[in-house]
């Protein structure tokens, strides 16, 4: 799998406050980033989950002060994948799976 780094201008946005913006507003959805962590120049696995507008990770502290960034490590994103909320063991919740940074800040796209 080809990584998705960040552009200069993607920089610039805050890509995980953006989607806690969309997943407020679409309260049935789960999106789940996944990517690493640039920490004494090795990668470690980074899992975000983003549901009802806020962050919560699976892999390392998080930032929970809405001044700070979510994750101050440097980090990269290389997949994303939305699922429908409540996950069950019975139900196929998987949506979509895309690479793309911008995708999901489409709302249209978490549908």
């Known amino acids: 799998m080809e990584e998705t780094l960040t552009s200069p201008q993607m920089?610039?946005?805050?890509l995980i406050e953006n989607l806690?913006?969309?997943?407020?507003q679409i309260t049935n959805r789960i999106l789940?980033?996944?990517g690493f962590i640039l920490k004494e120049?090795?990668?470690e696995q980074l899992e975000i989950i983003i549901f009802k507008g806020f962050s919560s990770s699976t892999t390392h502290p998080i930032e929970i002060d809405l001044e700070k960034k979510v994750i101050e490590f440097s980090c990269k994103i290389t997949n994303f994948k939305l699922y429908k909320s409540p996950l069950t063991d019975t139900e196929d919740n998987f949506i979509r799976e895309n690479q793309n940074l911008v995708f999901f800040l489409n709302q249209k796209n978490w549908i």
Do not use: P, R, V
Request: hydrophobic content about 25%; overall charge neutral.
């Open 11 to 14: 920089a610039e946005i805050d």
């Open 20 to 24: 806690e913006k969309i997943s407020s």
């Open 41 to 43: 120049n090795k990668k």
């Open 32 to 34: 789940k980033l996944e």
